[in-house]
Antibody, heavy 120, light 107 residues
Framework: QLQLQESGPGLVKPSETLSLTCTVS??????????WDWIRQPPGKGLEWIGN???????YYNPSLKSRVTISVDTSKNQFFLLLNSVTAADTAVYYC????????????WGQGTLVTVSS | DIQMTQSPSSLSASVGDRVTITCRAS??????LNWYQQKPGKAPKLLIY???SLQSGVPSRFSGSGSGTDFTLTISCLQPEDFATYYC?????????FGGGTKVEIK
């Protein structure tokens, strides 16, 4: 059974960089059949797509965040990563990593989510 | 960018009711539409992909239909465990986008 697990600091200061890791177990991140995505959800609000990475390293980012986001992958560790710089209180959210099926574009597996609060 | 609009934003229903949620895309997305259920404090769970395909393990009371710009999620006989928030998501192109959600509450 595939599992995804987010990890990283739960509190980040304004103007600093948010850094999260998603560890994938029970399956390989090096599959051509999937993208690996980051999605966030501010408290009490809806879902926002941040971006994704393919096992080859190619990335796509939401234009609304593109200037501040970097997603990378370490296939040897079966992990992918999110960096979001210059954070503000508006970046406070639950951050999810998820597997997106290449053909349909649906998210069939999600991490449990991790709350990141931006505050001094 | 493709905007996804769900309606209603919330509804009250009773166990056994038939419930329909609508999702409209700002441009044609063919059948690249997926539905998720989210319960408080949990990650979303995939219900329907490709507009009408039922994800493995999801009860058959859930069904999806539509293509182009207009889509529906139907719960044929609402069960107590179905009270949750439902989201649609387009996977036609990037940036991927979600609807604003529909909260299904107990009447």
């Amino acid at each position: 059974q595939l599992q995804l697990q987010e990890s990283g600091p739960g509190l980040v200061k304004p103007s600093e960089t948010l850094s999260l890791t998603c560890t994938v177990s029970g399956g390989s991140i090096s599959s051509s059949s999937y993208y690996w995505d980051w999605i966030r959800q501010p408290p009490g609000k809806g879902l926002e797509w941040i971006g994704n990475i393919y096992y080859s390293g190619s990335t796509y980012y939401n234009p609304s965040l593109k200037s501040r986001v970097t997603i990378s992958v370490d296939t040897s560790k079966n992990q992918f990563f999110l960096l979001l710089n210059s954070v503000t209180a508006a970046d406070t959210a639950v951050y999810y990593c998820a597997r997106r099926v290449y053909n349909s574009g649906c998210y069939d597996y999600w991490g449990q989510g991790t709350l990141v609060t931006v505050s001094s | 960018d493709i905007q996804m609009t769900q309606s209603p934003s919330s509804l009250s229903a009773s166990v056994g009711d038939r419930v329909t949620i609508t999702c409209r895309a700002s441009q044609s997305i063919s059948y690249y539409l997926n539905w998720y259920q989210q319960k408080p404090g949990k990650a979303p769970k995939l219900l329907i992909y490709g507009a009408s395909s039922l994800q493995s393990g999801v009860p058959s009371r859930f069904s999806g239909s539509g293509s182009g710009t207009d889509f529906t999620l139907t719960i044929s006989c609402l069960q107590p465990e179905d009270f949750a928030t439902y989201y649609c998501q387009q996977s036609y192109n990037t940036p991927l986008s979600f609807g604003g959600g529909t909260k299904v509450e107990i009447k």
